[in-house]
């Protein structure tokens, strides 16, 4: 079974007495531990369906099925259960909580979990820090960080409370294109070593080259969706 | 614990704007405990100056005379035999009493007139009710059979009067028929008590009942006792005691006095102007959670897709709030504490302060205020401060944690 299953899904958006379509109709299926990139221009939909797919809104039609969970039924309780315990988030632009150091940043994640002792929470959060590269820099603040630095304590958030699905809405956006391949390598090593999915919005042809999977959406619809080889995926 | 910590560190970020909105609280708790100890007080001062120049601890009476005081009519008097028959000594903490016979009249110096109370006592007695011995400015008490007065000096100075010169007190006796009672003026006092300082005239108390055609009678006894606390039991005691002599007599305790009974109203309505006071801060509370949530848009939007719940959320403001709860009354307890300190140890000289006879106020008080303790007043004051901050929150709080967290992220 797929960890997340798409049939028909649609999102139109009522700005006054008109109805804007972002989404027309996606069917999409992503195994577990998947490297996916959704790719577009501007304005086609992706980030729209990163949200729909993230628990953070509803679709107007269709159904959205995660690891065996119809999510249209969940009220936002519900919603908020599955981040928490499902869903890791990286934003283009870090979003780190800037009174917390690196090692607080990610500590909060897991913490939400309540599932750890003092001893194994404290153990797990270095050694994410650790694997994302900050070995050393856990006790510093946000403004103390490089974009770089920061983009990896967003990836260690993401991940520390081993989600089945991390979303990526253009991680790289903000970052020069070395630190691009830095924090991507990041991304590949821990999807390699954890087996976590990952799926990440981009409009950099550099930054398509590490996924394993390809997603092209135009004007609210899959137009392409092939693996890295060249073959085509089937709905 | 980790969203409480996350609310402390919260207030460390803005720390003029947490600073300035707790010290709108501690100023507010400051005020309160300031106040309140000053009315405090105040109130005992008053207290003290009304039991000791006017009511005593207790005051027997006939009821129906005590109905019509403040006419200070001449009906419904005790015949002093009557009281002579009762022990008054054998009654808990007694100290003294004193016969007293009070009417009105006109204080005419022989250009001008003023209205005055008159009251006829006997000056051992007196003396030992009321600690006036040490309050004369010129002159002495007067003895029994002497035509003289004793007045305050205030009263002097508005007539021009000096010791050994001669008044007239223009009076109407029982019968309704005018009268005079010519005297010379023997001492002039100054008490911490207005109504002495301003109106009143004391007589000797036989040349009164004369002057008055009252006979042997008095309109009521004032009663010391060694301590006010003392008044309850001790009005019981004489009540049983007079019910053997006088079926119409009673005994009324000096927080009977209406006076006293207002003063504690106009304390309670002290009590809520401060409570507004105190909800100013609850609005600077409510716009600081509304402006923080504004500046942390994307913040709450992230948290809500790391999977916080609204109530988690709302739960963080509010622990914001109540920090700044606690540190505004903190900070107002400990200045509060050190103005009463100051307050109860040196007092305040307002009279100084404003260069102006504060009795002519109608304010009890010669020379400094003192401040009294009041612990109720501290903690009622910090649990209200800190309990609006938590409640003035929560709205605001839920306002946030409401944001569609799409929009809370892309929130610029």
Known sequence: MALLELRGVAKVYQQGRIAVPALRGIDLEVEAGEFVAIFGPSGSGKTTLLNLIGCLDKPTAGTLVFDGVELIGLDQKGLAKVRRENIGFIFQSYNLIPVLTAYENVEFAIRLLNRHDKRELRERVMEMLAAVGLEGLENRKPNELSGGQKQRVAIARALVKEPKLVLADEPTANLDSKTSEEVLEVMVKMNKELGTTFIFSTHDPRVMEYAARLVEIRDGLISSDRRRDGAVVSH | ?412
């Open chain 2, 1 to 412: 614990m980790f969203l409480t910590k996350l609310a402390f560190k919260n207030l460390a970020r803005h720390r003029t704007r947490t600073l300035a909105v707790g010290l709108i609280i501690a100023f507010a708790v400051f005020f309160y405990i300031m106040y309140d100890s000053l009315m405090a007080g105040m109130n005992e001062m008053s207290y003290e100056a009304i039991i000791d120049y006017e009511t005593g601890h207790l005051q027997i009476a006939a009821s129906a005379y005590w109905e019509e005081e403040e006419k200070l009519p001449l009906d419904h008097l005790i015949p002093l035999d009557l009281l002579r028959m009762t022990s008054l000594a054998e009654v808990q903490g007694y100290q003294g009493s004193s016969a007293e016979l009070s009417f009105q009249a006109r204080l005419n110096n022989g250009i001008n007139e003023l209205p005055v109370v008159g009251r006829g006592v006997v000056p051992e007695e007196l003396m030992s009710v009321f600690p006036l011995s040490d309050k004369f400015v010129e002159g002495k008490m007067f003895a029994l059979g002497e035509h003289k007065v004793v007045m305050g000096k205030r009263l002097a100075d508005l007539l021009d009067l000096d010791i050994g010169d001669f008044v007239t007190l223009l009076v109407r006796d029982k019968h309704s028929t005018f009268n005079t009672i010519e005297a010379e003026v023997s001492g002039l006092v100054h008490t911490i008590n207005p109504n002495v300082n301003n109106f009143v005239v004391y007589v000797p108390l036989d040349i009164a009942q004369e002057a008055l055609a009252v006979g042997d009678a008095v309109s009521k006894v004032v009663v010391r006792l060694e301590r006010k606390e003392q008044a309850p039991l001790a009005s019981a005691q004489l009540e049983d005691k007079l019910r053997a002599v006088a079926a119409d007599l009673a005994v009324y305790k000096w927080d009977d006095v209406d006076a006293i009974s207002f003063s504690r109203y106009a304390a309670a309505e002290n009590r809520i102007i401060l409570g507004i006071i105190l909800l100013i801060a609850g609005i600077a509370i409510i716009n600081t959670v509304i402006l923080a949530a504004l500046e942390r848009m994307r913040e709450i939007g992230t948290m809500k897709a790391m999977g916080l719940e609204v109530r988690e959320i709302v739960y963080l403001f509010v622990m914001e709030s109540t920090g700044i709860g606690l540190l505004g009354g903190l900070i107002g307890v400990v200045l509060g504490a050190l103005e009463v300190w100051y307050m109860v140890r040196h007092g305040i000289d307002f009279a100084a302060l404003v260069q102006l006879d504060m009795t002519s106020f109608g304010v009890p008080v010669v020379g400094r205020i003192y401040g009294k303790w009041n612990p109720n007043a501290f903690i009622t004051v910090f649990a209200f401060a800190v309990a609006v901050s938590f409640l003035s929150s929560i709205l605001p709080g839920y306002w946030a944690a409401a944001k569609d967290p799409i929009q809370a992220i892309q929130h610029r």
